[in-house]
């Protein structure tokens, strides 16, 4: 089920992977998506890797979907689909990107990217890393 939110935006700047940034090289500093508005919301969770990714789904009034959730301690080990920008809300986080030989750290307002079908780790090691997950 899905349940239409009446909320106002703050819209982030260009996300990573514009035609002007690599898709692993993109680290940007941009006001904080606070909130998304006019979007359906899936009432049920995303849980992954027992609980400790969770995330609910949304859908822009121009089909476009995105998640925000939340990766409680650990180190994980995702595979996207299609490609991705992360975009950190709270918290802070370390990324070993496709390809890469050395963790990044992100936090507040900076975003990574990671190209479709393609696997990277995330570590978060003190308070939990919210973010929202843009896709395509």
């Known amino acids: 089920p899905q349940r239409r939110w009446r909320l106002t935006a703050r819209r982030a700047d260009t996300p990573c992977g514009a035609a002007t940034r690599s898709s692993y090289n993109c680290r940007t500093m941009n006001a904080i998506t606070e909130t998304l508005?006019?979007?359906?919301?899936?009432?049920?969770?995303?849980?992954?890797?027992?609980?400790?990714c969770?995330?609910?789904?949304?859908?822009?009034?121009d089909g476009a979907r995105k998640s925000v959730g939340v990766i409680l301690p650990a180190t994980l080990t995702f595979n996207t689909g299609a490609p991705e920008v992360m975009e950190g809300v709270a918290g802070t986080c370390e990324v070993l990107l496709p390809g890469?030989?050395?963790?990044r750290r992100y936090?507040?307002?900076?975003r990574f990217a990671v190209p479709g079908n393609a696997s990277f780790q995330i570590r978060v090691t003190d308070e939990p890393y919210h973010y929202v997950c843009h896709f395509g």
């Open 107 to 110: 936090g507040p307002g900076e």
């Open 54 to 61: 969770i995330s609910h789904t949304v859908t822009l009034p």
């Open 37 to 52: 508005s006019g979007v359906l919301v899936a009432t049920r969770a995303n849980v992954y890797f027992d609980g400790r």
């Open 100 to 103: 890469a030989a050395d963790w």
